[in-house]
Every structure is written in structure tokens, then in C-alpha cells.
């Protein structure tokens, strides 16, 4: 298995408050994801990253914020979480050697959030 | 307007016999297409994949189609196996774009 740790892996947090998902790589993977599970939504992507510092938004950015500054690290953070962000995330990485044919992403086993 | 549909929300076959999972797409501008599967309470893991350049891609029993003029794609399981009940997520992208969209997924239940 890609070396691939979230944290925590569970979390009930209250509306209104901060709070940071971590993922943690230990590939040397450029490119980092954040996704998404809901029922009836697949996974969704969220925010991504393909290198230190280089961020890009996905499709359902709103109310999320991410940061890396290591390549193992890709923080993502819920500014002020609502129940609408109650879901599973999943981090993901990628090899990204110049075509994805060749570099599926690797993803971690989730991380269950639970807004009250 | 979601790029990726997997409109089969659910499969269920008896145990030897062939699943196949179906996957529409939109966008003309994917170039790559993979398909993941995923157990409860785990991450999803990739199966196989299949370049737009080709029509076609085997992996053991596995085996995906790929129908460009149809923006369609399908994953052949022969024969199907109990431990291949999961969800089953179809995928696409661009080459250039570093990224990937996913469809709903399809539960696979195979039944022994």
C-alpha cells in the first residue's frame, strides 16, 4: 500500500468551529488531492495540490481551505464547519509522471467527520 | 452538470457469471479513464485503466471497453468472485489537467 496516513479518522466537531484534516505521504509524491464522499455524489474533488505551495481548487472548494508546506504534508481546513461538510474525506496522491494513464491516485482510508 | 454518470447505482450477479459496470462521460477533452474499486471503511484503490488511444485494456478478469464515438465505457468482471462485492467508481481526466472526476459509483454484489 501507497504510504498514505490521514488523521484523525473520526471527528464530531460543532457548527462554527475550525478544524484540520491532515494527510500525511510518505512517496515523495508531487501531487496531492482532497476529496469527498456523500452519498449519491461519488467523490468529489476539493482541493489539490502539485507541489509545495501550488494549490488549485476543485469542484467543490466553498468553505474549504488547504496549505502545504512539505511535500509529505497536505492540510485541509474547514474555516468554520457546517453540517453540509458532514461527510467522509479521502486524501489522495499521484505520481503525475506526464500522463495519468500511467499514475492512478493512491488514496488514504478516510477520515469520517461528523458536524453537530 | 455532472461529467461522469454512473447510472446504475447497483449490480447484482450470481457468483461465476460476467458483471459488467457501465460509465458515460461528456467531456470530450478526457484523455485517460480508471476505474477504482472501493470496500467499506477503506480507501478506494485502483483497478485499471485505459488510455483514449486504445479500446480496449485487460487486467486477469478484468477488462475495460472504451467507445469514444459513444462517450462510453463499461468494466467486464469474468468470472465474478464474492470478494469482488465493492463499490465501483468510474473515472476521467486530462492529461494536462492533474486531475480526476469521479462518477456515483455502482455496488457490486456478487452472490455465491
Known amino acids: 500500500d501507497a504510504g498514505i496516513t490521514q488523521s484523525p479518522r473520526h471527528k464530531v466537531t460543532e457548527t462554527g468551529t475550525p478544524v484540520t484534516l491532515r494527510c500525511h505521504q510518505t512517496e515523495n509524491h508531487r501531487y496531492m488531492y482532497w476529496y469527498r464522499q456523500d452519498p449519491g455524489h461519488g467523490l468529489r474533488l476539493i482541493h489539490y495540490s502539485y507541489g509545495v505551495k501550488d494549490t488549485d481548487k476543485g469542484e467543490v472548494s466553498d468553505g474549504y481551505s488547504v496549505s502545504r508546506s512539505k511535500t509529505e504534508d497536505f492540510l485541509l481546513t474547514l474555516e468554520s464547519a457546517t453540517s453540509s461538510q458532514t461527510s467522509v474525506y479521502f486524501c489522495?496522491?499521484?505520481?503525475?509522471?506526464?500522463?495519468?494513464?500511467?499514475?492512478?491516485?493512491?488514496f488514504g482510508n478516510g477520515t469520517r467527520l461528523t458536524v453537530t | 452538470d455532472q461529467q461522469v454518470k454512473q447510472n446504475s447505482p447497483s449490480l447484482s450477479v450470481q457468483e461465476g457469471r460476467i458483471s459488467i459496470l457501465n460509465c458515460d462521460y461528456t467531456n470530450s477533452m478526457f484523455d485517460y479513464f480508471l476505474w477504482y474499486k472501493k470496500y467499506p471503511a477503506e480507501g478506494p484503490t485502483f483497478l485499471i485503466s485505459?488510455?483514449?488511444?486504445?479500446d480496449k485494456n485487460e487486467d486477469g478478469r478484468f477488462t475495460v471497453f472504451l467507445n469514444k464515438s459513444a462517450k462510453h465505457l463499461s468494466l467486464h468482471i469474468v468470472p465474478s468472485q464474492p470478494g469482488d462485492s465493492a463499490v465501483y467508481f468510474c473515472a476521467a481526466g486530462n492529461t494536462n489537467a492533474g486531475k480526476s472526476t469521479f462518477g456515483d459509483g455502482t455496488t457490486l454484489t456478487v452472490k455465491p
Open positions: 485505459i488510455s483514449s488511444i486504445k
Open positions: 489522495a496522491i499521484s505520481e503525475w509522471k506526464g500522463s495519468s494513464y500511467n499514475s492512478p491516485l493512491h
